[in-house]
């Protein structure tokens, strides 16, 4: 499994923009796609974003649509989630994920079940 560990999280207001990183180790990162998740209090974690091991493909829940981007550079092992216009609705706990790809240039999975690593989380917190 890939080790990953996430940066980046922090209180911020509506409106403001934050980017969150996902550093790699462990494994070849280039050999995974990589998923951002959240858990808001109360609910279960959902989908936020997906990117292929290339880096050429990438998916997003309908909510963050417009207002986030997910990005990757292999050369760095890192991934990133940038999020502009937050809402108070995107206080959370953000989970990076890797699922393995090796072969399967398209693959960047919307469920969980795909994803082999997780990181601890970073915490978001929107005020409104």
């Known amino acids: 499994q890939v080790q990953l560990v996430e940066s980046g999280g922090r209180l911020v207001q509506a409106g403001d923009s934050l980017r969150l990183s996902c550093a790699a180790s462990?494994?070849?990162?280039?050999?995974?796609?990589m998923g951002w998740f959240r858990q808001a209090p109360g609910k279960e974690r959902e989908f936020v974003a997906a990117?292929?091991?290339?880096?050429?493909?990438?998916d997003y829940t309908d909510s963050v649509t417009g207002r986030f981007t997910i990005s990757r550079d292999n050369a760095k092992n890192t991934a990133y989630l940038q999020m502009n216009s937050l809402k108070p609705e995107d206080t959370a706990v953000y989970y990076c994920?890797?699922?393995?790809?090796?072969?399967?240039?398209?693959?960047?999975?919307?469920?969980?079940?795909?994803?082999?690593?997780w990181g601890r989380g970073t915490q978001v917190t929107v005020s409104s």
């Open positions: 994920a890797a699922a393995y790809a090796l072969g399967r240039n398209s693959y960047a999975p919307r469920h969980q079940e795909y994803y082999d690593s």
């Open positions: 990117i292929n091991w290339r880096g050429g493909m990438t």
């Open positions: 462990g494994r070849t990162f280039s050999n995974y796609a």
